[in-house]
């Protein structure tokens, strides 16, 4: 196929060109004249889904553009009334009408014969979403919707003060690299007393949450909202208790590679003990790593390092950069986190991001950019519902690009010495995140278990679970008040759950497609490409086998995975100045 990241909005031909969404009343009549329409063979079928295809795009692109703005600006209130109009007054309106629409299509006598090899993975989300569908559930699904972004609004205000300078959260974690210790154990500190200053408002927030999405799923006929999650998210290829195997497998064959990696640092820095502020830190007279400047310069140099890729991944950059469809850098007022947001009709996705100058935001950059390359494959295909890929391939775009840009570093680091850091560095993430991910899927399939939870039940039952994915190495003597409550600062228990165990997933895929890389740069990303370029138009485990990748996450394979990136980091301090042959492993 062509590349071309020259994309155009899809033409309407449906939809007048100048229709804007603006209240349900001018909505309404399309979504009566397809579910109205006769359709009497298999052409006037395809012909009515193209149709309601248009219809979706349009107003999917609309309610992104206003979750957008207002996740840009959480302190205009203007922003925020006008994603809560629509999900409390436009989108109650549309789910009854997807309904009837869904059932319209699978019960249609001509859906037998549309091409079962083009239109299976999407006739099964249809199906599902029939089975999901209750009257019940939608006002309080609207509600979610709009509690689920109140996160970002207090989150958003979060700020502390170091040297005499406000900084929001994410500024002031590069103070966790300083060399000055305790200037690192001040500002780690103050942010955890600055989260803490919030977590009766975090509590209640999540406990309403979780009230109204048990209540979603009881009346859905679940016993709980895990099992309600899992069929909405997809989830056809694996079950819960493969989640479970999957801590395991982290518990026994990564956590003793992240005890080694702390011991390391721990004698790298000349420390008694690793205390929570010194796993970014350098030592003394190492000046932590600044690979740009401001937002602009962290474009730019992302942009070269994918041109040496493939120089259509930089066309995407820089065609997004042309629409403005990009916000990097963090301020007070913009809510936290970082997402690449698919825009159904103009093509090009949306990055949003909290960029104050660490390597940390090198790593998001290439990742949303991995994501938003995943949008331009995927903006020709067919129908709106083509594009729904599943969310394990969807990581696997942006974390394989993670490590594939990693080679092209040197456009962030012009010292050989700094290069050989920053490689070291993300490939300590590669494996130090398992814990993390792991920590944060367990503790939501705990909450949603058991709904009726108290607060200290929460807090015990996080604690333990934090516990068994914590290392050894590192001393939290004196933080358990602290410690309680982490689990507020990811937003995704808030805004996306159980989205996270596909970090995971991906995660394996990414290595996978890395070791294919250092075999094969070629072949490594044609398979990337033509696994992204699918869609959603074939399972999950179809999708990986594209990417030439094995879709498994037992024990035995995440330590081959293990084994294999514990040789490249020891390859790469083979070559660093600074650190003896040993190195951190």
């Known amino acids: 196929m062509e590349l071309t990241a020259d994309i155009k909005k899809l033409p309407r031909h449906y939809l007048p060109a100048d229709f804007v969404v603006k209240e ?61 109009y629509f999900m409390l007054e436009i989108q109650p309106q549309l789910q009854p009408y997807a309904d009837k629409l869904n059932r319209k299509l699978v019960e249609s006598p001509f859906a037998t014969e549309l091409d079962q090899a083009k239109y299976f993975t999407f006739l099964r989300n249809v199906r599902k979403n029939i089975d999901l569908f209750r009257e019940a559930n939608i006002p309080l699904q609207a509600a979610l919707n709009v509690d689920a972004q109140k996160f ?46 919030d977590k009766e408002e975090l509590n209640q927030l999540y406990s309403d949450l979780l009230q109204k999405r048990h209540q979603v799923a009881v009346n859905a006929g679940f016993a709980n909202y895990r099992d309600y999650r899992f069929l909405e998210l997809g989830r056809f290829d694996y ?171 040197d456009e962030f680091f012009n010292s050989p010495e700094e290069l050989t850091r920053a490689k070291e560095q993300q490939l300590e993430r590669v494996i130090t995140i398992f ?33 068994e994915f914590t290392s050894k190495e590192i001393d939290i003597t004196g933080l358990e008040d602290i410690r309680r409550y982490t689990w507020q600062r990811q937003l995704h228990l808030f805004e996306v759950p159980f989205y996270y165990i596909e970090y995971g997933i991906a995660q394996l895929g990414a290595i996978g497609l890395w070791q294919q890389y250092k075999n094969d740069k070629v072949q490594a990303i044609t398979n990337y490409i033509s696994a992204l370029s699918m869609g959603g138009m074939q399972k999950l485990p179809e999708l990986f086998e594209r990417a030439g990748l094995k879709f498994d996450f037992s024990p035995a394979y995440i330590s081959g995975l293990m084994k294999f990136v514990k040789e490249e980091m020891e390859k790469n301090l083979k070559v660093s100045k600074k650190y003896p042959e040993s190195g951190m492993i």
């Open 152 to 197: 970002g609004s207090i989150a958003g205000k979060m700020t502390v003060e170091v040297n005499g300078k406000e900084f929001t959260l994410q500024q002031a974690a590069r103070f966790l690299e300083d060399p000055d210790r305790s200037l690192r154990e001040s500002v780690y500190r103050k942010i955890a007393n600055r989260r803490l200053q």
């Open 239 to 409: 079950t819960k208790e493969d989640c479970f195997q999957f801590h395991d497998a982290v518990k026994l064959h990564v956590m003793p590679l992240v005890d080694q990696l702390y011991a390391a640092k721990r004698k790298k820095l000349g420390v008694d003990k690793l205390r929570p502020w010194d796993v970014e830190a350098e030592p003394e007279g190492i000046q932590p790593l600044r690979p740009f400047k401001d937002g602009e310069e962290l474009l730019q140099k992302t942009i070269a390092c994918f041109n040496r890729l493939k120089p259509f991944f930089a066309d995407c950059l820089r065609k997004m950069k042309e629409m403005g469809h990009l916000d990097l850098e963090s301020r007070k007022g913009k809510a936290p986190g970082g997402y690449n947001c698919p825009l159904a009709e103009s093509g090009a996705p949306f990055i949003f991001m909290n960029a104050a100058g660490q390597l940390d935001d090198v790593t998001t950059m290439v990742h949303e950019g991995g994501h938003a390359i995943h949008s331009f494959l995927t903006h020709s295909l067919e129908l709106h519902g083509f594009k729904e890929y599943p969310t394990e391939i969807a990581e696997v775009a942006s974390m394989s690009m993670e490590l594939f840009s990693m080679h092209y570093w």
């Open 435 to 467: 814990p993390w991910i792991a920590t944060i899927d367990k503790f939501q399939h705990w909450v949603y278990e058991n709904p009726t939870h108290t607060l200290e039940e929460r807090a015990e039952s996080w604690v333990r679970i934090q516990d």
């Open 24 to 84: 349900w009343q001018s909505l309404q009549p399309h979504f009566a004249e397809l579910l109205e329409r006769p359709i009497e063979n298999r052409q006037q079928l395809e012909a009515w889904l193209k149709d309601l295809s248009e219809l979706e795009a349009v107003v999917n692109e609309d309610a992104c553009w206003r979750q957008i703005r207002m996740t840009c600006d959480t302190e205009d209130k203007s922003l925020e009334e006008a994603f809560n």
